[in-house]
């Protein structure tokens, strides 16, 4: 609940949707107590300190306890959630009022672990502005011991009563009508309202932020890359979907996902959020209906890299009016900020926006410390060396470094010092490509690991198929003994079951070759990585790893990774594989 403050707009008005009576009524009434303390004028000195020690720590408890309470929200839950998830980011608004989002996962490591991505198109008529390029993404809320973190993004575009309950000079009625996304705003109008719900929700709600350590988060524009991530499907998709023009459609119908240009979908209107099927992530109208502005500034593609020159503001994801041939979550148009004609910032009518919650990076002296050691930790030569060969590079870098330190030539000592920084940045590359390695090389193995025990489990079931036939034939021979029909009967069944038997045979052979092969791809992953990888290596990576599948909705086979990790430092320690212990292992592994 919030309180009314004597600069809201509907201050001197009608009470709005979402403000609780006692909240407006203390407001409303403040001439009596000044009415109160004027009859009180007259009274002697003590006893006008009688008169107000009951009436100072009630009001002050009163204040604290209104500026604690959460604003509520009194919109219906269709006009702001349509679709409701149960680990959607609810946060309030104005005029009870309210806003989702959803999670973005980028788990990392440590405080410098990011997430390469490559996003961008690979056609060369749009590659000038859309061309393949590759970036790197963290997420900025961190949980389960700084593995799983994430930022969240707007589940919708923001609507118009959304934008009105924070921008107009009276509360929205909320309606249907009210749940089209607003347009014609200009950037700045956008980077304005992000501002404003972030210091509303900061005075009025702050316990409905997500904090960082101590750090409140606060909302924005998504830059690019925050957008696109999420519009492709992050890491809800595989790589090749993730790569591919649209995010995944089971039923191949775009109209069923994105207002676009046809009569069969948009028809030159706008339409309510939500009304359509999301993305993999829960996002609805990433693509098409408005397009949504983000962060920073257009650059073109420079072959793999931004350009140098920084132009005008970039909305994404196409809008009612791009043809279905043209829609893609690489789609990206620049903007003049200002319209020449108007003299005004430029706004248009099929151009709107969605938020962002994120939160600052270094939000503590500890995190700051944190950040500093993983930083210098990325030129470490990493566990690709053996001990006395990364012994003898480590005492070759640090000579290089007090040569260059020494050194009384100011030309040599800036050359050596740029010799330093590229090999650390090298071995940074080097140990940042070895992590990832390890990643895929943990999945793998527990892929396998589960590959054993289903080709096992198929090879079960054929066998009890088997039996159970064999039992039922010899019921239905010993029940058909001394019929006078029973002799064909039978026959006929025994020739039925030598049919099925033979079937059955060539399929279970076939299983179990299928797992003579897993279980030896599987034994060759263990003592292939237990050769190349150390156990620290190993362990550092299963926190990310677990993340990872959790975000893919693979959450099974995190249990695989940890046995999988087991066999690796089984295998270490005896020296030799044990195909046939990890087989028993795997068959006892109980997996929900």
């Not at 309210?98 to 060369?124: C, H, K, N, Y």
């Not at 939160?359 to 930790?377: Q, T």
Request: hydrophobic share 45%.
């Amino acid at each position: 609940m919030f309180e009314v403050q004597a600069s809201a707009p509907w201050a001197a008005g009608p009470r709005p949707a979402g403000v609780r009576l006692a909240s407006w009524s203390r407001r409303r009434a403040l001439p009596a107590p000044v009415s109160a303390f004027a009859r009180l004028r007259n009274l002697s000195l003590p006893v006008l300190l009688v008169a107000l020690l009951p009436i100072w720590p009630w009001a002050l408890l009163s204040a604290a306890v209104a500026r604690a309470e959460t604003p509520l929200i009194t919109w219906q839950e269709r006009l702001y959630n349509p679709h409701p998830a149960a680990d959607d980011l609810i946060l309030p608004l104005p005029c009870g009022g309210a806003m989702a989002f959803r999670p973005v996962a980028i788990p990392g490591s440590d405080w410098l672990d990011d997430r390469p991505v490559e996003l961008g198109q690979t056609d060369a008529s749009r590659g000038y502005k859309e061309g393949r390029r590759l970036t790197h993404l963290a997420g900025a809320f961190s949980a389960d011991g700084g593995a799983a973190r994430r930022y969240y993004l707007a589940k919708y575009e923001i609507t118009r009563d959304q934008y009105a309950a924070l921008t107009a000079a009276t509360c929205p009625t909320p309606g249907m009508r009210g749940r089209l996304p607003v347009t014609e705003v200009s950037w700045f109008d956008a980077v304005d309202y992000a501002r404003r719900h972030t210091e509303w929700l900061l005075t009025e709600a702050p316990a409905a932020l997500p904090r960082e350590e101590q750090e409140p988060g606060f909302l924005r524009l998504p830059t690019e890359e925050e957008w696109e991530f999420a519009a492709r499907g992050g890491l809800a998709v595989d790589e090749t979907d993730f790569l591919a023009p649209l995010f995944p459609m089971p039923d191949g119908d775009l109209a069923r996902y994105a207002w676009h240009e046809s009569t069969g979908s948009a028809g030159g209107q706008l339409h309510p959020v939500g009304l359509l099927l999301p993305n993999p992530l829960g996002l609805y109208d990433i693509l098409g209906n408005a397009a949504e502005l983000t962060l920073a500034p257009f650059r073109l593609d420079r072959r793999g890299r931004p350009h140098g020159q920084a132009g005008g503001f970039v909305s994404r994801g196409g809008d009612l009016f791009t043809p279905p041939g043209q829609l893609g979550s690489a789609w990206r148009q620049e903007h003049n900020f200002f319209n020449a004609t108007t003299g005004r910032a430029r706004a248009l009518d099929s151009l709107g926006f969605r938020l962002v919650v994120t939160a600052p990076v270094i939000v503590s002296p500890g995190r700051l410390d944190a950040i500093r050691a993983a930083w210098s930790e990325l030129a470490r030569l990493g566990g690709q060396l053996s001990g006395d060969v990364r012994a003898d590079a480590q005492r070759a870098m640090a000579d290089l470094h007090d040569l260059a330190r020494q050194s009384q030539d100011e030309s040599l000592r800036t050359r050596l010092e740029l010799i330093q920084r590229d090999v650390e940045q090298a071995h940074a590359s080097l140990n940042e490509a070895r992590a990832r390695t390890v990643r895929a090389l943990v999945r793998m193995g527990a892929f396998m690991g589960k590959r054993v025990v289903t080709d096992a489990k198929r090879a079960e079931v054929v066998r009890g198929l088997m039996i159970l036939a064999q039992n039922n034939f010899a019921d239905f021979r010993a029940q058909a003994a001394g019929s006078a029909e029973g002799a064909p009967l039978v026959a006929e069944a025994e020739a039925t079951l030598n049919e099925r038997l033979t079937r059955w045979q060539s399929a279970l052979a076939e299983i179990e070759q299928g797992l003579r092969n897993s279980l030896s791809y599987y034994g060759d992953i263990v003592v292939a990585v237990g050769r190349d990888y150390s156990a620290e290596e190993i362990a550092a990576e299963q926190a990310v790893i677990a993340s990872e599948l959790q975000a893919k909705d693979n959450a099974y086979l995190i249990p695989y990774t940890v046995l999988f990790e087991a066999h690796l430092n089984a295998y270490r320690a005896a020296g030799s594989p044990d195909k046939a212990q990890w087989q028993i292992e795997l068959l006892e592994l109980e997996v929900d």
